[in-house]
């Protein structure tokens, strides 16, 4: 992820990921670190979906069998006919790539 933070490789998050991260982390002062230091990645673009878009996503998910998290993404990386970037092995056996973070680290 480093290359992303230096701006050396381009990546595309979509703003419900941060959203989802937020979640978990709970804490306004942890989220707000989170995000200052998203704010810094040379190399990272947020971008949403349009409610259309998600639309189009839940019913792309569910020819698939993925939840609405794991579709979302599908559907965003399979537009744009990029890779999608996770740990997640349920994108594996679908006509996207599936890349390990440490497939792009330093």
Not at 39 to 45: A, E, P, V
């Amino acid at each position: 992820m480093n290359k992303v933070k230096d701006g050396s490789v381009r990546a595309l998050m979509l703003h419900f990921a941060i959203h989802g991260i937020s979640a978990i982390l709970g804490r306004p002062d942890l989220v707000a670190k989170l995000i200052a230091e998203i704010l810094t990645w040379r190399g990272l673009t947020i971008t949403n979906l349009s409610i259309h878009e998600e639309l189009a996503a839940c019913e792309l998910a569910s020819r698939v069998e993925l939840d609405f998290d794991d579709g979302l993404h599908y559907y965003f990386a399979k537009i744009r006919g990029m890779p999608i970037v996770s740990f997640d092995k349920d994108y594996d056996n679908l006509d996207i790539k599936r890349i390990e973070p440490h497939e792009i680290s330093d």
